[in-house]
């Protein structure tokens, strides 16, 4: 980090005041704001706080904790699965009676209920809890209105609703988890008959319930935290911060709320559908059933249409996960290759293109469902074809570091990682994508392969390298290099470790989510691939933990911010004060006269946007 | 609520041409479309695939949607009323709103009583469940549109009647949810006889 420091270029601090100065936008914020009421008491300043930079790092510190949470279940289900015979005696503490130990032999069991109940919490947990709300809610919160130039969001009291509605949702998670008949235990997508039935299986009645209530609360954050985002992205920008100036990190949070806003609603109308033929007797998603031989009352519903409205949903949400890591990863790789961001605007329309495609290709997660397969043959082409922005964006990627003045920070690091995971990832993708293929890759390990790599691990990565570059910007502090290097290069060994053996064992037809494979023929020659799954994920979760060490450690101890611009970056949130007041700018707000990536132009290695451009000058953004 | 309201007031620079807490409520009006538009399509997509009881909607349904649409032009009235502080007509059609409001509310409740009446229960086929369904979240965003009414009309008898932004703002924000509930409905009713065909 010293490196990055020094060799920054960035304008002495005077430049920077007297740039605002000069040319910012006075709308005397300050005037109204002397002594603010609302954040004179440590309740109002660090729990119920409407500041946006606050409600960030609060996103992110529960994100971290539910990530833990949903890491340790995978270790659990992972040592289940490479150890079948092993005893999980020692369990027993933590898990209670989802351990049941043998009276003769003394060896413990993972209860086969509980295995289901840790896969289903696991996933949901990692989806929505850490990569939804971890990721698009700490920065989109942190850095909409630094960048883009304003005081804070649209509303910094539905922002303050929106974490707490986040807090609840896991609250009542939390609480699912130590119900006599367990959490929910169907999948993280929750198909009818295993949630509409109660008596389903035991995770179907007080665990299902409070899943639906867990979510909708969810949703709820969801909403309102897009609703500000959206009006605070095409609303409160700054002077001169038109859309083509915005920088790619803001294109992708603003699409990322607009697709959440236009898809979870249709989530919700699901759990509504769910939450009736849960109680009231109704039969939307049900159609003859038996259950214990008994023949069931409800009639004339479908399943089917379950999973219609779950995964027009479900695709957009994997892109409400990646793409504000892919705005990120612009930004870091841009920045610490010290090169502009190649094709700007090729990106911003392949990000629109990703996010309008995203709502016609669901069904690619339905071939096997047994919808029409002259149906399926239209959503083929449109997955096919959203392998063509994904590759533009890759592409730019790889071009904007290439022939950079590349510093090898934690954060470019995983800049580069990411790239690499989205690129093994993607291209398994266009396997699934041919209907042809996915008969026979359909809930197999080559699809946990797929979307662990392409959504898991490149989303963690697009968070990584956002927590590294902007922890400064959190916490005035920076995290330890070496340690970030550490847990780089463990992660990125051990994330390929543990996925890239899933997609022999998917094309050799191993199901995904069975309790033991030991005690099938044509599997049991896998034991040991199973077993280096599952060392290798212990030791990514031990890489975890140097993350965890360092990032608590810096807050307190780590290297001291210096200047403002450590990077000589060009975006707005770094000419803000190092302990940033609230409010963001002490004085005017900056004004904007040129796009984000100056980088290396006219001789001078970085050109802040708040810099004019000089006579005759082009701005590469309008 | 009160330093809320503040903080924007002072946030929202006036350079745009919408107030960001407008601009928020079309938004999210976006994102309840799309809560209904998901419903309705459920609604075909089961219709498509068969074994369809078919009924005549509740009559009490038409007579409600005149109810709504005539509160929406109240609640407009009142709002140029108070526009122009023309304080009485101001108050009473706010008033005469919101009652209208609650009527709506009660005649959609006695039409469900209707569709029972006639042997189509929540719980049977899904075409009655999905009209109960439909219509009763309908009711619970109309039920939101009291509540803001109710706010509403506290304004307009405990303070002063005076139309400064931010006031104006405020019944703004309340008259276009109310509209666009009205109009979700007319969407909603126009769904149910086109579908039923
Ligand atoms: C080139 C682009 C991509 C294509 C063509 C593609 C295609 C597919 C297909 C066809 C499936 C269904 C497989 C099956 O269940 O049989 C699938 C599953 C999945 N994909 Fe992708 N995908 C792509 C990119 C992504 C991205 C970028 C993400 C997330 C960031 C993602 C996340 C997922 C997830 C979460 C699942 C599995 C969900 C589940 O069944 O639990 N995919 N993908
Ligand atoms: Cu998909």
């Not at chain 1, 770094?574 to 900056?590: R, S």
Request: some cysteine; aromatic content about 16%; glycine content about 10%.
């Amino acid at each position: 980090m010293a490196t990055a420091a020094n060799k920054s270029t960035a304008p002495a601090q005077h430049d920077v005041d007297l740039l605002i100065e000069e040319y910012g936008y006075d709308d005397h914020f300050h005037e109204h704001h002397e002594g603010d009421k609302y954040q004179s008491n440590f309740f109002t300043t660090y729990i119920f706080s409407q500041d946006h930079k606050m409600i960030a790092r609060q996103f992110l510190i529960t994100g971290m904790f539910w990530a833990v949470i949903g890491g340790l279940m995978s270790l659990v289900f992972r040592l289940q699965l490479g150890f079948p015979e092993e005893s999980l005696a020692w369990l027993k503490p933590v898990l209670g009676k989802w351990i049941t130990i043998n009276a003769d032999t003394g060896l413990g069991t993972l209860a086969p209920e509980f295995y289901y109940a840790l896969v289903t919490m696991h996933g949901t947990i990692i989806v929505f809890f850490v990569l939804t709300a971890g990721l698009s809610g700490t920065f989109s919160n942190l850095l909409i209105p630094l960048q883009v130039g304003a005081r804070d969001m649209a509303s910094p009291f539905l922002n303050m609703l929106s974490y707490w509605f986040f807090f609840m949702a896991g609250l009542v998670m939390f609480f699912s988890l130590f119900l006599s008949t367990g959490p929910f235990a169907g999948g993280w997508t929750a198909y009818p008959p295993l949630s509409a039935l109660p008596q389903a299986s035991s995770g179907s009645a007080g665990g299902m319930t409070l899943w639906l209530i867990s979510l909708t609360f969810f949703v709820v954050s969801v909403l309102l935290g897009g609703v500000n985002y959206i009006t605070t992205v095409l609303n409160l920008r700054t002077k001169g911060m038109n859309m083509w100036r915005l920088p790619l990190t803001i294109w992708a949070f603003f699409v990322t709320a607009v697709l959440g806003l236009l898809s979870f609603p249709v989530l919700v109308s699901g759990f509504f559908l769910l939450i009736f033929d849960r109680t009231l007797g109704t039969s939307f998603f049900l159609n003859e059933i038996f259950v214990g031989g008994q023949a069931l009352d409800h009639v004339g519903g479908s399943p089917i249409l379950y999973q219609h409205l779950f995964w027009f949903l479900g695709h957009p949400e994997v892109y409400i996960i990646i793409l504000p890591a892919m705005g990120i990863v612009s930004e870091v790789l841009s920045v610490h290759s010290r090169k502009p961001i190649f094709g700007y605007k090729a990106m911003v329309f392949s990000i629109l293109a990703i996010g309008f495609l995203s709502f016609i290709v669901w069904a690619h997660h339905m071939f096997m469902s047994g919808v029409n397969p002259f149906i399926s043959n239209f959503f083929v082409v449109f997955t096919l074809i959203i392998a063509v922005p994904s590759a533009v964006k890759v592409f730019n990627w790889i071009t904007t570091i290439y022939g950079g003045n590349i510093r090898f920070t934690s954060a470019a690091l995983f800049g580069v990682g990411f790239v690499s995971m989205f690129i093994s990832g993607g291209l398994t993708g266009i396997f699934l994508g041919n209907s042809a293929i996915d008969i026979q890759m359909h809930d197999t390990y080559f699809v946990v392969a797929h979307f662990h790599i392409v959504m898991g691990v490149a989303a963690f990565f697009g968070m990584f390298a956002g927590v590294y570059h902007w922890f400064p910007k959190m916490f005035g502090r920076f995290m330890n290099e070496t340690m970030g290097k550490v847990h780089f290069w463990g992660t990125m060994i051990g994330a390929y470790a543990i996925f890239w053996p899933m997609h022999y064992l998917g094309m050799a037809g191993v199901p995904r989510r069975y309790y033991r494979f030991d005690n099938f023929d044509t599997f049991s020659h896998f034991s040991a691939m199973n077993q280096f799954i599952t060392v290798a994920a212990i030791l990514v979760f031990a890489m975890q933990i140097i993350f965890i060490v360092n990032f608590f450690r810096s807050i307190w101890f780590g290297k001291k911010m210096t200047s403002r611009n450590p990077y000589g970056a060009n975006t707005l949130e770094w000419t803000t004060p190092i302990d940033v007041p609230h409010g963001n700018w002490p004085g005017k707000i900056p004004a904007v006269q040129r796009w984000a990536y100056d980088y290396g132009k006219g001789g001078e290695e970085n050109v802040s946007q708040i810099v004019p451009l000089a006579e005759g000058e082009h701005d590469q953004g309008h | 609520m009160n330093t809320v309201a503040t903080t924007n007031e002072t946030v929202f620079t006036g350079r745009n041409k919408i107030h960001p807490h407008k601009f928020a409520l079309y938004v999210a009006c976006a994102s309840i479309v799309m809560l209904f538009t998901a419903f309705t399509s459920a609604y075909i997509v089961r219709q498509a695939s068969g074994n369809w009881l078919e009924f005549r909607l509740p009559d009490l349904f038409f007579v409600n949607t005149g109810v709504i649409l005539l509160s929406s032009l109240t609640l407009q009235t009142s709002y140029w009323s108070f526009k122009r502080d023309k304080k009485e007509a101001y108050r009473g059609l706010l008033t005469l709103s919101f009652l209208l409001g609650l009527t709506f509310l009660v005649l959609q409740y006695k039409a469900w009583q209707s569709m029972a009446e006639i042997g189509v229960m929540l719980d049977g086929n899904p075409s009655g469940s999905f009209i109960y369904l439909i219509s009763g979240v309908h009711a619970a965003h109309v039920l939101g549109g009291i509540a803001a009414l109710f706010v509403a009309l506290t304004h307009a008898f405990i303070l002063p009647v005076k139309a400064t932004p931010r006031r104006t703002l405020r019944f703004e924000l309340v008259l276009i949810y109310w509209h666009f509930v009205g109009f979700l409905w007319l969407y909603l009713l126009g769904f149910f006889v086109v579908s039923a065909g």
